[in-house]
C-alpha cells in the first residue's frame, strides 16, 4: 500500500512535470506568433480603414471609402513612418470624402467662362438715398482715415450729361445691361444690384448682396464728371490699404495688376484717354465686397463729345465687349 502510494506519488509528479513542460512550451509558441505579428503590422504601416492623405502622395482622384486620418492635425503622426498598425490606438478624425472641387471654367468651347460668378453693378439710381451707413467693415484701430465710423450716403444719384441731358445713372445700367449680356453669352453666371432706374439698394447692400451669392469679381459701371469739361477718358479703382493686414495688401496689389490690364483693353477697344488706375479706401462698395472689384469710370459726361459716345449704344457695345475680353484674355486667361 505504501510502495503504491510511493508509486502514485512519483506519478503524479511526473505527471505535474509533464503537464508544466507543455505549459511552457505553449507559452512559448504563443509569444513567438506575438512577436512576429507586430513586425508585420509596423512594416505594413497603417492598415484597415485609414487612409493617409500627405501633399506628396495627393488622392490621386482614387475612390477612397471610409474615414480619412488627417495627418496634419496629428503632429505625432508623420506622413513618412505611417502610425501604429492598430488604428484604434490612434485618434482618426473622420471628415467626409468628398471631390475636389472643379475647377473654373468650362469644357464647352462656347462657354468658356461657364463656372464664374460675376457681379455686374450700375452705379447710382433714380432714388438717391441720403440716409448714412458705414464706409467700410473695418475699425479705426486698423484704418483711421477710413473706418466704419465714416458714414456716407447709401445711395445718390450721380452726374448728367452735358450735351444729352442723360442721368448718370440711367447710361450706367444701359451699359451694364450690355455687360450682361455679354458676359451671360460666354456662359458666366451675372449678378445685378439693379436692373431698373426705381430701386432702391445702398452700395453697403449692393457688396453684400454680391458677397452672399458667392461672385468671383465685381465691375462697378459708372461715367465721371469734372469741373474742366475738357477733360475725358477711361479710369479705374480698386481697392486700397484696407485693414492694414498683408492679405488685404495681397489682394490690392493683385486687383491693381488686373486693373490696369482692364484699363488697357477699355482704351484699345474704344480709343478713349487712358487715365489712372487709383488704389483707393474711400469706395463703400470696394471696402464690403470679399472679392476682387473694380469701379470703372467709363468716361466724363462733363466732356461734350466723350458725354455723346458714352450714351450711344455702339460706344456702350465696345465698353461691354472689352470687358468681356479683359475677363476672358486676362483674369481668366
Ligand atoms: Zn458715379
Given at each position: 500500500m505504501?510502495?503504491?502510494?510511493?508509486?502514485?506519488?512519483?506519478?503524479?509528479?511526473?505527471?505535474r512535470?509533464?503537464v508544466?513542460?507543455m505549459?511552457?512550451?505553449?507559452?512559448?509558441?504563443?509569444?513567438?506568433?506575438?512577436?512576429?505579428?507586430?513586425?508585420?503590422?509596423?512594416?505594413?504601416?497603417?492598415?484597415?480603414?485609414?487612409?493617409?492623405?500627405?501633399?506628396?502622395?495627393?488622392?490621386?482622384?482614387?475612390?477612397?471609402?471610409?474615414?480619412?486620418?488627417?495627418?496634419?492635425s496629428?503632429?505625432?503622426?508623420?506622413?513618412?513612418?505611417?502610425?501604429?498598425?492598430?488604428?484604434?490606438?490612434?485618434p482618426?478624425?473622420?471628415i467626409?470624402?468628398t471631390?475636389a472641387?472643379?475647377?473654373?471654367?468650362s469644357?464647352?468651347?462656347?462657354?468658356?467662362?461657364?463656372?464664374?460668378?460675376?457681379?455686374?453693378?450700375?452705379?447710382?439710381?433714380?432714388a438717391?438715398?441720403s440716409?448714412?451707413?458705414?464706409?467700410?467693415?473695418?475699425?479705426?484701430?486698423?484704418?483711421?482715415?477710413?473706418?466704419?465710423?465714416?458714414?456716407?450716403?447709401?445711395?445718390?444719384?450721380?452726374?448728367?450729361?452735358?450735351?444729352?441731358?442723360?442721368?448718370?445713372?440711367?447710361?450706367?445700367?444701359?451699359?451694364?445691361?450690355?455687360?450682361?449680356?455679354?458676359l451671360?453669352?460666354?456662359?458666366?453666371?451675372v449678378?445685378?444690384?439693379?436692373?431698373?432706374?426705381d430701386?432702391?439698394?445702398?452700395?453697403?447692400?449692393?457688396?453684400?448682396?454680391?458677397?452672399?451669392?458667392?461672385?468671383?469679381?465685381?465691375?462697378?459701371?459708372h461715367?465721371?464728371?469734372?469741373?474742366?469739361?475738357?477733360?475725358?477718358?477711361?479710369?479705374?479703382y480698386?481697392?486700397?490699404?484696407?485693414?492694414?493686414?498683408?492679405?488685404?495688401?495681397?489682394?490690392?496689389?493683385?486687383?491693381?495688376?488686373?486693373?490696369?490690364?482692364?484699363?488697357?483693353?477699355?482704351?484699345?477697344?474704344?480709343?478713349?484717354?487712358?487715365?489712372?488706375?487709383?488704389?483707393s479706401d474711400?469706395?463703400t462698395?470696394?471696402?464690403?465686397?470679399?472679392?476682387?472689384t473694380f469701379?470703372?469710370?467709363?468716361?466724363?459726361?462733363s466732356?461734350?463729345?466723350?458725354?455723346?459716345?458714352?450714351?450711344s449704344?455702339?460706344?456702350q457695345?465696345?465698353?461691354?465687349q472689352a470687358?468681356?475680353?479683359?475677363?476672358?484674355?486676362?483674369y481668366?486667361?
Open positions: 505504501k510502495k503504491r502510494q510511493e508509486k502514485n506519488e512519483y506519478c503524479k509528479g511526473e505527471r512535470r509533464a508544466i513542460a505549459l511552457i512550451a505553449l507559452c512559448a509558441l504563443m509569444l513567438f506568433a506575438t512577436f512576429t505579428g507586430c513586425n508585420s503590422g509596423s512594416e505594413n504601416g497603417p492598415t484597415g480603414n485609414t487612409v493617409i492623405i500627405t501633399p506628396e502622395n495627393g488622392n490621386n482622384g482614387s475612390p477612397v471609402t471610409g474615414y480619412i486620418h488627417d495627418a496634419s496629428d503632429p505625432a503622426v508623420t506622413p513618412d513612418n505611417g502610425n501604429a498598425s492598430d488604428p484604434t490606438q490612434v482618426v478624425t473622420p467626409p470624402v471631390q472641387p472643379a475647377t473654373q471654367g469644357d464647352d468651347p462656347n462657354l468658356p467662362l461657364k463656372g464664374l460668378k460675376i457681379c455686374v453693378d450700375p452705379g447710382h439710381q433714380g438717391s438715398m440716409e448714412k451707413e458705414p464706409c467700410a467693415p473695418w475699425g479705426p484701430e486698423a484704418n483711421s482715415s477710413v473706418n466704419n465710423t465714416v458714414m456716407k450716403a447709401k445711395a445718390t444719384a450721380g452726374t448728367t450729361g452735358v450735351s444729352t441731358g442723360k442721368t448718370e445713372f440711367a447710361v450706367n445700367l444701359e451699359i451694364a445691361l450690355k455687360l450682361r449680356d455679354a451671360e453669352s460666354k456662359g458666366a453666371t449678378i445685378m444690384s439693379r436692373t431698373d432706374n430701386s432702391r439698394i445702398s452700395n453697403r447692400d449692393r457688396a453684400i448682396l454680391a458677397n452672399e451669392n458667392g461672385c468671383d469679381l465685381t465691375f462697378n459701371i461715367c465721371n464728371g469734372a469741373e474742366n469739361h475738357s477733360i475725358s477718358g477711361i479710369e479705374i480698386v481697392r486700397g490699404a484696407g485693414d492694414n493686414t498683408e492679405e488685404y495688401a495681397r489682394r490690392s496689389k493683385n486687383e491693381a495688376a488686373l486693373g490696369q490690364k482692364l484699363l488697357d483693353k477699355l482704351c484699345a477697344y474704344t480709343g478713349a484717354n487712358k487715365r489712372n488706375v487709383n488704389k474711400n469706395y462698395g470696394i471696402n464690403w465686397r470679399d472679392h476682387a469701379i470703372i469710370e467709363c468716361g466724363f459726361m466732356n461734350p463729345e466723350e458725354d455723346v459716345k458714352l450714351g449704344p455702339e460706344y457695345e465696345k465698353l461691354a470687358i468681356l475680353a479683359f475677363v476672358l484674355e486676362d481668366k486667361g
